[in-house]
């Protein structure tokens, strides 16, 4: 049986993840300061990762096979841009210092599609639609900035590291299955809400991922991590866009910047691109805010 160890166990993903792994017969360890990490966890610990000697202490306490780093400050200006920052970046790289030196196979880190750089002040404009991992990265604000740099620390452990092999993922904006029954998202509105008002959800081009998709794309990256090039960067996305019309119309009305790059968005089309997901793990999400929302 497998080990392994989920950080932010707690969060809107973490929760999902965690009850994923433990049915699929992994010993799951939840590591969260905050209640919440679901009974299906072997075992809870409220550590400070941000310490680099609890981040050792938890490593070496519990020997982990994987880690599964989803832990952070979960959305922009939520705290002050120094807070933000400093607690994203010093958690990756407090996490992957610690696994790589203490030989865990598996270390997968959450980054997020913000590193794109959309709903930048002074306007944003794409290289082309849909987006996907070779696509620059242009942050702007602490929180997409952290994530960039929590990229690079994977990439940068992963150069050196012999004994660990390193992913991260960028999973879209993560609906838990209780949302979609009218629990507010975390922008604070209800999916409908995100339907019926384009200009909410069009301000992160309409991207979104059920949870449980999201927790399955994640097992499914660590079963073939060992098989990958190291320090791999992967979207998680739903196969459409939360959106009732199609995005070739709808991108232009929210940002005009998107005109003519939108029209490649046939259909039901989302802006992010999973289709390296797709080829190199043969994962592709099965829900839909057409399939889930009630």
């Given at each position: ?50 310490d ?83 696509h ?23 150069r ?17 299955p ?24 069009g ?75 797709g080829?190199?793990?043969g ?12």
């Amino acid at each position: 049986m497998s080990r392994t160890l989920v950080t932010g166990s707690a969060g809107r993903l973490g929760r999902s993840v965690v009850s994923a792994l433990a049915a699929a017969g992994h010993e799951v360890i939840g590591v969260d300061r905050a209640p919440g990490t679901p009974a299906d966890a072997a075992a809870t610990l409220p550590a400070d990762l941000t310490d680099l000697g609890e981040a050792y202490q938890v490593i070496a306490r519990f020997r982990p096979d994987a880690v599964v780093h989803l832990a952070a400050i979960a959305t922009p200006f939520s705290h002050s841009d120094a807070v933000t920052f400093r607690t994203n970046t010093q958690l990756a790289f407090n996490v992957c210092d610690a696994a790589v030196a203490l030989g865990v196979g598996k270390v997968v880190v959450a980054s997020s599609p913000t590193v794109m750089g959309y709903g930048a002040p002074g306007g944003w404009t794409p290289s082309y639609l849909p987006l996907d991992e070779d696509h620059p990265v242009l942050p702007w604000n602490a929180y997409n900035l952290s994530k960039v740099v929590a990229e690079e620390t994977v990439r940068s452990f992963a150069r050196t590291a012999t004994a660990t092999k390193l992913a991260a993922v960028r999973p879209c904006f993560v609906i838990a299955p209780e949302e979609w029954e009218g629990a507010p998202t975390q922008s604070g509105h209800t999916v409908a809400e995100r339907l019926d008002r384009p200009e909410i959800a069009g301000v992160s081009l309409f991207n979104y991922i059920d949870a449980r998709d999201a927790a399955d794309m994640l097992m499914t990256l660590l079963d073939r991590l060992p098989g990958l090039p190291n320090g791999e960067v992967f979207f998680a996305g739903a196969a459409d866009a939360l959106a009732r019309e199609p995005l070739a119309e709808l991108l232009p009305e929210v940002i005009p910047s998107t005109a003519g790059f939108a029209d490649t968005l046939t259909g039901t089309t989302p802006a992010f691109s999973s289709a390296k997901a797709g080829e190199l793990l043969g994962w592709q999400a099965k829900r839909s805010w057409r399939t889930e929302l009630s």
